[in-house]
């Protein structure tokens, strides 16, 4: 059931970077422009949201129009309203992203709604993107647990996932907002909305917070999962907990699919040189220990992990 | 085949240590006691080698002698040979290892002889302390590659093996010395090892260099090894790769743990503060990632991986 090939999507540019205070549009221009270059397929450069809410994502307008695009490269944007997604596409996001929450408690605190008036929402930016033929990527955030609620229910997980593929969203993003997860847990959430969503309609976006991410992924692989989202250097940080670790670095999934034999067309020292330049200009250590290693040169003959 | 209890082997006292610059007798023995109250069965306080070729190990007497012993706690040092073995003895360590490489070139290297004559100098040792009464661990190192041959073949890794366990060694400790694992090739490793040495006499030392430790031990966990070597703070580096990642993180190993329902018997909470200790006092950031969250207070209901 483990698949033969698996696409990333690169989201360091958007997860990524929304929670760092010093980044610059140059920083964030230069990150995309040197990730496009590594093979990676799909990249997350920006967000249409209000610079009052997330200002490291102002100017991705501009971000859009000056980024060098690669032809098969597809350049997305996260497009939290109609405003968003008519911004977004007139940058030329070739691909958006909505999002919903597996947990009431997070919608409530995080955007002051319930979980279905969220998606209600998002409605008027499907009808949009379908008539612009843009497609629409949905985001479930807690599905492994809630800084609120804490145990979050699989079947929740599934509802919310089904409800935004019934939308018209091609693609479902499974995030462990928190990276509170564990292999167990997480195949039996994959499991729970696998039988309502087709898997080759589903991703995984695990974080990293309590150092399982990389397990939890493997995992998952044997169900025959083929979309993983990561961040080079392992960018990104928990809102909830000062100085923890960030997205699953994909410098060490590109390793773990290298191992396994898995294709997917990314180049590792380019996804290294990319993320010590980023982590660089933020001034914070490489957050991916393939990275480290490597950079350390820590180089044998099977450093890169085929 | 999972296990349902697993024994964490501690080993940064002495594996995490031993290539740390920085580091005081007074440290070490502040470390194995704070080690000491978490709940750990087997603590790898020290070692018996020469101070000229690991000065951080020097003192390992004074160490033992000053250190307090906590009740069903097991205490062992590493001993390369009899003199080293006497000491360990007079000093009162409860369990001894040793060691041999699964790679000639890294024997060779690091020690100057075959790996078979590296065993033969052990005979002394296990007779010495099968009088003593005294059990001795084998480690092997380079299961999974090796930094001058690459490629190490797993009957090569379960020859060794064999003959440690041949040679009387009641446990076996399957060394990934330079973290370059992914699963498939550990389960392949694994699986070859136990075709010669009883699963329940193997235990796994992985190495997080590339990050990929916790999945390495998630997977072969479902064969049923219940041993497993970790590092509190993840201590520990590659002497291959300056600035890169040490030993699996025990905290990191307890959370999954914890999340599989597999019983340990150790705190985090201890664990976390023991590892903030040690690495306030060698100046690093704690490596463990679970360590990270929770000191930032990523607090949840589930964090503990429960």
Redesign the interface.
Known sequence: MRPREVKIVEVGPRDGLQNEAAVTLEDRIALVNALSATGLKQIEAGSFVSPKWVPQMAGSDTLFERIERRPGVTYSALTPNLRGFEAAEAAGAQEVAVFGAASEAFSQKNINCSVAESLARFEPVMVAAEEADIRVRGYVSCVL???Y???VAPAKVAEVAHALYAMGCHEISLGDT????????AVAMLEAVAARVPMNALALHFH?????A??N???CLELGVSTIDSAVAGLGG?P??????GNL?TE?LV??L????IRHGVELDALVLAGNQISQRLGRPNG???A????????????S?E
Do not use: F, M, W
């Open positions: 647990g809630c800084p609620e804490g145990a928190i990276g509170i997860g564990t292999p167990d847990k990293d917070t309590y150092g399982q990389l397990a992924v493997a995992a928990c909830y907990a000062a100085g923890a670790s670095a060490d390793y773990l290298n191992g396994l034999g991916s220990k393939v480290q290693a490597l950079t350390g040169r820590c180089q044998t003959q099977s450093a992990g």
